[in-house]
C-alpha cells in the first residue's frame, strides 16, 4: 500500500540480462546531413484568408509592420525590397484563423484568453501568451510565482517502445526475435536501418508524432509549458553509434517555433547522454552505465560538457532565451550507482560551463535543472548554495511501487499527504523545484511499461516471480471504464497537480499500437485523458484540492523564492563550503574505480581522457523562406558567447579506448597514450548579481560582446 508514495526511477534497468548483443553491428553513417531547412510558408493562395470576422478583439488581423516586438534584429533581404505583404493575419485569439507553417489553416480555439503570434517577416517575436494567467513570452516569467503547468512532449525526439509502440513492434520476431529484437533507440536504429532506411522512418516519426497543432492544443489545454526530451546525437555521433544524427534538431527548431508562436515556455532536457547515465532504454542504451562510472566515465563525462555548451551558446541568443527558459541537463542520471559527490562535482563544473557563457541575473540565459537522481529531493537541500538560477527536478510515480491491490480511491490522498511537503521544503531549501515527469497509472499495466524489474509485475509475470495481482485490462482498456474510475483517476490527477505545484504530466502523447490498433497505456496519456475526462479541461481546478480533500496546504505560490534564487541579488556567489566540496574536475574518486570489486583498484587519473582540440561544434538556426522571395531573418549565429573558443573533447589519436558504452570491467589502455591537458574552470561565477542591479528584463541584450 502506498500511503506515502516512494520515489521510484520510472523505468528500472535490466541489464543483468543485457549482453551487448549488438556488438560491431554498428558502423555508423558519416553525418547524414539533413539541412536545417524550415519550410514556413505553402505557396499560400491568392485566396489565403484574412478572414478577420472570427477573430477576437483587437488581436484579429494585421499587417504585420508593427510586429517588430523587442527584437528589432532582423534582416529582410529581399533584392533591397521590402518583403512582400503577408496576407494571412499573425496574431489572434480564439476563434481566428490560424496559418500552419504548411500554410494551410485552421481556426484557434483557445477559451482562456490565450492568444497566438507569428509574422513570417518577423519570425523571432515572442508577442504569444498561452492563455490569460501566462505572461506572455516578452513578460517575464515569475519563478515561484507563476504556476508552472506543462506536458511532456515524450517519446518524439527521444523515442520509448511505451509511448511509441508501432515504432518497435515491427522489429520482435523472425529475424528481429529476441536477442536482436528493438528496445530501445540504439536497436531501433540498427533494425530499422537493417530492413530499411532509418533517416526516413525516424523523419516520418518526428513528421507526425507530433505537429504544429499538438503546441496549439497544448496551450488550450490551460497548460504553459512543455518539456521536450532531446538526444545528444541532434549534435553529433561518434563512429559506431547507430542513432540518426542532427535530423532531430531540425524538428526541435520547428518545436522552439511552435512554442513562440502559441506562447509556450520550453524546459529542454537532456535525455540521453554517452555511455547512458541510468542504463534504461530511454537514455538510449539499455545495458551498463558508463556516465561517471566505469574506465569511461570521465570521457563520457568530457564529451557530454561539450554538448551542455553547444546547446547553452544557441538557446541563450536573444531569439530563443524567451522561448527556451529552462536547461534539464542530464536527465535522471543515476545517483545511486554513480555516487552523489561524482554527480555533483559533474553539475557544479556544467554550471560553471554554462554560466560563463549567459553570464549572471535573471534573463541571462535559461535556469539550470538538475535532478534528484531518485534519492528524494531533501539530499539536495543546500547544494550549490547562492549560486545563479539552479531548479530541482524531480519524478514521482506511483506506478513503480510494487504492484498492489489497493483501490484507486485509496491513492488520492497520497500525493498530497507525500509529494506535497517534499516539494514545499525543497522549495525553501534549495530553490525552485517542480516535478519534471509523473503520470496518472498507479501501476505498471501497459504494453512496455511493465518489466520494471522491482522483482514483481502486476500480471506476475516477472520471471521467477509468482504473485498475480491481477488482469492489466481492466487498467488499459480505457473505453470500458466506469464513471467512477474516470472521476477516482481525475482526482488522483487533480490531487498531484496540486501537491506538486509545478509540474509536466508525462506524456501529452501515447501512440497507438499497431498490433491492437489501441493506445495501450492510457493512464500516461493526457490528451487522452482531456478526451475522457479524467485529466481536468481547466487544470486550475486543481488548486486547493489537497486542502479541500486531505486538509493538506500547500505553499502559496505567491510568496515566492528569495532573490538570489531567481537571478536577483546575491545570485551568483556560491558559498565556500560547496566550492571546496565538490570544486574539483575531472573526479579523483569514482565509485567504479574504487568501490567494485570487478574493476582493479585504480586512480581514477589513470582514466582514458578525450582532448579539448577539436572543432566547436555550433547548431544552426530556423531558415525562412517564402516561395516569391529570399526571405532570411536573423536566426543567430548559434553561438551566443563569442569569448568562448574552447576547443570541443575529441579523441586522442593514439588511445586505444575501449568501447565507450560498455566499459565497466574492462582494463584501463595505457595512461601514457590516452591523457590530455585538461581545460581548469574557475568555479567561481565571475560576476555575482550586485545589490542595485535591477532586474534585466530578458530580450535586450541582442549580442554578447
Ligand atoms: C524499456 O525498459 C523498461 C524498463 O526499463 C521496460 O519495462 C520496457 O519493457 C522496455 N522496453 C522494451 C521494448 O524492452
Ligand atoms: C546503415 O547500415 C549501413 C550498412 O548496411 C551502414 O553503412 C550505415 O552507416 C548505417 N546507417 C546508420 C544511420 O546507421
Ligand atoms: C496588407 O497589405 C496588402 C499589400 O500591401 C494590402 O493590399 C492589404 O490591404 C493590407 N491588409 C490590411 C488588413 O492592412
Ligand atoms: C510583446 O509583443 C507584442 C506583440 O509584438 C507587443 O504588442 C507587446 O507590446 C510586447 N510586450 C512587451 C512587454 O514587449
Ligand atoms: C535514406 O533517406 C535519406 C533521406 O531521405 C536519404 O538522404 C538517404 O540517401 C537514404 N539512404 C539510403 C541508404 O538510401
Ligand atoms: C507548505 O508551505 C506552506 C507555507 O507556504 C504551509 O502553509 C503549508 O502547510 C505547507 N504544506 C505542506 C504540505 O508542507
Ligand atoms: C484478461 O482479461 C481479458 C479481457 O477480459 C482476457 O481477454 C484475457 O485473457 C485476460 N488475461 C488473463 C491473463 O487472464
Ligand atoms: C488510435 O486508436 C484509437 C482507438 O483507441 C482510434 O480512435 C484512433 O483513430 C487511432 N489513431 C490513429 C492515429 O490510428
Ligand atoms: C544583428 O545580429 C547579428 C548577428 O547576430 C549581428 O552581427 C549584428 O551586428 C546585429 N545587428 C544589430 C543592428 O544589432
Ligand atoms: C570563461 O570562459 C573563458 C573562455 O573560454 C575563459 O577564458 C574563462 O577563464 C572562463 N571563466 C571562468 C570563470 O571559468
Ligand atoms: C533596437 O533595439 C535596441 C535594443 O533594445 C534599441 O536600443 C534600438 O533603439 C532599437 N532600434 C530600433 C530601430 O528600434
Same mark, same amino acid.
Given at each position: ?137 516578452? &513578460? ?44 530501445? &533507440? ?39 509549458? $512543455? ?9 553529433? $555521433? ?93 536527465? &535522471?542520471?543515476? *545517483? ?178 499497431? *498490433? ?36 493538506? &496546504? ?29 570544486? *574539483? ?121
Amino acid at each position: 500500500m502506498s500511503e506515502k508514495p516512494i520515489y521510484k526511477p520510472r523505468r528500472k534497468r535490466g541489464w543483468l540480462w543485457f549482453l551487448g548483443i549488438l556488438v560491431g553491428v554498428g558502423i555508423v553513417a558519416l553525418a547524414v546531413i539533413i539541412p536545417v531547412y524550415f519550410v514556413l510558408i505553402k505557396p499560400h493562395q491568392s485566396t489565403a484568408s484574412s478572414d478577420t470576422s472570427g477573430s477576437s478583439g483587437n488581436n484579429g488581423n494585421s499587417n504585420g509592420s508593427g510586429g517588430s516586438g523587442n527584437n528589432n534584429n532582423t534582416t529582410t533581404t529581399n533584392g533591397g525590397q521590402p518583403a512582400p505583404a503577408f496576407s494571412g493575419a499573425i496574431t489572434g485569439g480564439s476563434g481566428s484563423t490560424v496559418t500552419r507553417d504548411d500554410g494551410s489553416t485552421f481556426v484557434y480555439t483557445n477559451n482562456f484568453g490565450g492568444t497566438w503570434y507569428f509574422d513570417p517577416r518577423n519570425p523571432f517575436v515572442d508577442g504569444a501568451r498561452a492563455n490569460e494567467w501566462t505572461p506572455a513570452l516578452n &513578460e517575464s516569467w515569475q519563478w515561484g510565482v507563476d504556476v508552472v503547468r506543462g506536458v511532456n512532449l515524450g517519446g518524439w525526439l527521444v523515442t520509448e517502445p511505451f509511448i511509441c509502440p508501432s515504432l518497435y513492434e515491427p522489429y520482435q520476431s523472425g529475424d528481429f526475435a529476441p536477442p536482436y529484437n528493438a528496445v530501445d &533507440e540504439w536497436t531501433l536504429s540498427v533494425a530499422m536501418n537493417k530492413s530499411g532506411n532509418v533517416t526516413q522512418i525516424m523523419d516520418e516519426h518526428y513528421r507526425t508524432f507530433i505537429t504544429e497543432d499538438d503546441f496549439a492544443a497544448i496551450a488550450a489545454a490551460g497548460l504553459n509549458w $512543455v518539456r521536450i526530451p532531446v538526444p545528444y546525437w541532434m549534435i553529433e $555521433v561518434y563512429p559506431g553509434e547507430p542513432f540518426v544524427p542532427h535530423l532531430a534538431w531540425s524538428y526541435f527548431l520547428k518545436a522552439i517555433q511552435w512554442a513562440r508562436k502559441y506562447g509556450l515556455r520550453i524546459n529542454m532536457d537532456l535525455h540521453t547522454i554517452p555511455g547512458s547515465q541510468n542504463g534504461w532504454n530511454h537514455s538510449g542504451k539499455l545495458g551498463p552505465i558508463n556516465f561517471l562510472f566505469g574506465v569511461m566515465g570521465i570521457a563520457n563525462a568530457q564529451r557530454t560538457l561539450d554538448y551542455l555548451r553547444t546547446l547553452t551558446e544557441f538557446v541563450s541568443q536573444p531569439q530563443y532565451t524567451n522561448v527556451v527558459q529552462y536547461f534539464g541537463i542530464v536527465n &535522471e542520471a543515476f *545517483v545511486q550507482t554513480i555516487g552523489q559527490p561524482q554527480v555533483e562535482a559533474f553539475y557544479l563544473e556544467a554550471y560553471t560551463l554554462i554560466r560563463n557563457i549567459t553570464g549572471v541575473g535573471a534573463g541571462q540565459g535559461p535556469f539550470i535543472g538538475i535532478h534528484d537522481g531518485f534519492i528524494g529531493m531533501q539530499e539536495w537541500a543546500g547544494f550549490l548554495q547562492g549560486s545563479d538560477r539552479i531548479a530541482m527536478d524531480t519524478h514521482p510515480y506511483n506506478a513503480f511501487n510494487d504492484p498492489t491491490t489497493a483501490s484507486l480511491a485509496s491513492f488520492i490522498p497520497s500525493p498530497c499527504t507525500g509529494w506535497g511537503p517534499e516539494l514545499n521544503t525543497s522549495m525553501a531549501q534549495f530553490g525552485f523545484s517542480a516535478a519534471g515527469e509523473w503520470s496518472a497509472a498507479i501501476n505498471d499495466c501497459g504494453k512496455w511499461v511493465n518489466g520494471v524489474g522491482l522483482g514483481t509485475r502486476y500480471e506476475g509475470t516477472y520471471p521467477g516471480s509468482t504473485t498475480v495481482i491481477g488482469n492489466c485490462s481492466v487498467w488499459t482498456e480505457y473505453d470500458t471504464w466506469s464513471a467512477d474510475t474516470v472521476q477516482q483517476t481525475k482526482e488522483l490527477v487533480m490531487a498531484s497537480m496540486d501537491a506538486l505545484q509545478h509540474w509536466f504530466f508525462w506524456t501529452w502523447k501515447i501512440g497507438n499500437s499497431s *498490433v491492437t490498433g489501441n493506445i495501450e497505456s492510457p493512464s500516461w496519456s493526457y490528451s487522452l485523458g482531456l478526451q475522457q475526462g479524467w485529466i481536468p479541461a481547466d487544470p486550475r481546478d486543481a488548486v486547493g484540492f489537497c486542502a479541500a480533500s486531505a486538509g493538506v &496546504e500547500m505553499n502559496d505560490p505567491t510568496s515566492g523564492l528569495s532573490a538570489w534564487q531567481t537571478g536577483g541579488t546575491g545570485a551568483g556567489t556560491i558559498v565556500a563550503a560547496q566550492l571546496a566540496s565538490f570544486g *574539483v574536475w575531472p573526479l579523483t574518486a569514482m565509485n567504479s574505480a574504487t568501490g567494485l570489486p570487478y574493476l582493479p583498484p585504480a586512480s581514477v587519473a589513470d582514466l582514458p581522457q578525450y582532448t579539448p582540440t577539436g572543432a566547436i561544434i555550433t547548431l544552426s538556426g530556423p531558415t525562412f523562406t517564402t516561395p516569391s522571395s529570399t526571405q532570411t531573418a536573423d536566426a543567430g549565429s548559434g553561438w551566443a558567447d563569442t569569448a568562448d573558443t574552447q576547443e570541443y573533447f575529441v579523441p586522442i589519436a593514439a588511445c586505444p579506448y575501449p568501447d565507450a558504452w560498455d566499459a565497466q570491467s574492462t582494463t584501463i589502455p595505457p595512461v601514457s597514450l590516452c591523457q590530455a591537458t585538461q581545460v581548469v574552470r574557475a568555479k567561481r561565477s565571475p560576476e555575482p548579481v550586485p545589490e542595485a542591479m535591477p532586474t534585466p528584463p530578458p530580450m535586450v541584450r541582442l549580442a554578447k560582446a
